[in-house]
């Protein structure tokens, strides 16, 4: 079994930042991807950023320029570092992974952290 686990969420003034972590744990072989999603009350669950394992970070539009995705692929660890935060930006953020385990390769997902912007 697979377990991924966010922390860092919470209440932020507009323009604020905030940073985001989540580690994966469990009978990991090697961790592909990891990457941060988030869903609004009302819309779709996006991608906000994501990292291939020695690959180059991907952003989303909305996002690009305020947000850094950075990974710590020995301690199987994804962060999210967000700044110049917005009212838009409210959202649960879910940590995702691409995973190899004894089970082949699988996606998991985090719970989910509450990212709140507002003044």
């Known amino acids: 079994q697979v377990l991924l686990v966010e922390s860092g969420g919470g209440l932020e003034q507009p323009g604020g930042s905030l940073r985001l972590s989540c580690v994966a744990s469990?009978?990991?072989?090697?961790?592909?991807?990891m990457g941060w999603y988030r869903q609004a009350p009302g819309k779709q669950r996006e991608l906000v950023a994501s990292i291939v394992t020695g690959g180059s970070p991907h952003y989303a539009e909305s996002v690009k320029g305020r947000f850094t995705i950075s990974r710590d692929n020995a301690k199987n660890t994804v962060s999210l570092q967000m700044n110049s935060l917005k009212p838009e930006d409210t959202a649960v953020y879910h940590c995702n992974a691409d995973v190899f385990s004894f089970r082949g390769r699988n996606d998991y997902w985090g719970q989910g952290t509450q990212v709140t912007v507002s003044s």
């Open positions: 469990g009978s990991i072989f090697s961790i592909k991807a």
